[in-house]
């Protein structure tokens, strides 16, 4: 008996084995839950297409969801260019494209779900600490993710009377095809790992067994919040050790 026996979801951003979606995914599967998958663009199908296929899932978009829907959002994109160098030098386009592509996206998707979710239902998005705070190299994108959380907040309070709920996971550095156009991308790994509370890296399994609470009912008293998953991380003032200081 599964946590997600008879329920469905729709995942959209899995990009390959890597994915954080892809890690939400096999979490939903073991659960017992039927799944759908949309890709982002036509090259990627031969990556998703056979990950679908080994969890049983058909790949079309507009998959027959009914009742106890799940939506899991797990997309963002910027120009590699404004992921380096100054904030300050953003192009209006880049600036448009990143917090449309990673935020917007979101509002449209929930939108697009909310007839579906007849009986409720869970929205779940990803984010990065880089929302409330200056991560190097980061910039539009960590303008973009605070976007994105404040669309959690009124997503939730526009959709929980009809029992929708939405949330964010807020996820420490994770080795993805997305991650690696982030400047500076392997020394951000090294140091999260060396100066978070745990003293580890989160695998995408880590963030998959947050996402089945919050995408189940063990979690419907919450909704509109970051949820973080990042090693402690977020919790520390002083993230150079003291040694280090001299
Ligand atoms: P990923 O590259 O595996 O996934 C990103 C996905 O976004 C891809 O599937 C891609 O196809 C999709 N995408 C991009 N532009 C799109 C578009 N225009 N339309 C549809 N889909 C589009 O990388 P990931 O790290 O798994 O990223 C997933 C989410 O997790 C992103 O929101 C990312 O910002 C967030 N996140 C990542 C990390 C990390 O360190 N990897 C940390 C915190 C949050």
Not at 35 to 58: M, T
Not at 67 to 93: K, N
Not at 173 to 191: D, E, R
């Amino acid at each position: 008996m599964g946590l997600f026996d008879g329920k469905k979801a729709l995942i959209f951003g899995v990009a390959n084995d890597r994915s954080i979606a892809w890690g939400i995914a096999q979490a939903l599967h073991r659960e017992g839950c039927e799944l759908g998958f949309s890709y982002g663009a036509p090259p990627l199908e031969k990556r998703v297409r056979p990950l679908a296929e080994s969890v049983g899932a058909s790949l079309i978009e507009e998959c027959n969801v009914a009742d106890d829907t799940a939506l899991v959002h797990s997309i963002a994109f910027a120009d590699r260019q404004d992921l380096s160098g100054r904030f300050v030098d953003t192009s209006r386009e880049g600036f448009k494209m990143a917090l449309d592509i990673s935020a917007y996206s979101l509002v449209a998707l929930t939108r697009a779900a909310e007839p579906l979710m007849t009986n409720g239902g869970a929205v779940l998005t990803m984010t990065y600490y880089g929302s409330v705070k200056v991560a190097p190299q980061y910039n539009v994108m960590g303008v973009a993710k605070a976007a994105l959380e404040a669309c959690v907040r009124y997503l939730a309070s526009d959709l929980g009377p009809k029992g929708i709920r939405v949330n964010a996971i807020s996820a420490g550095p994770i080795k993805t095809l997305a991650a690696s156009g982030v400047g500076g991308f392997k020394k951000i790994l090294g140091y999260s790992e060396k100066a978070s509370p745990l003293r580890t890296l989160v695998k995408t399994e880590d963030v998959g067994n947050t996402a089945l609470w919050l995408l189940s009912d063990w979690s419907r008293g919450v909704t509109g919040e970051v949820v973080y998953v990042d090693a402690g991380w977020n919790i520390m003032g002083l993230t150079v050790p003291l040694e280090e200081l001299g």
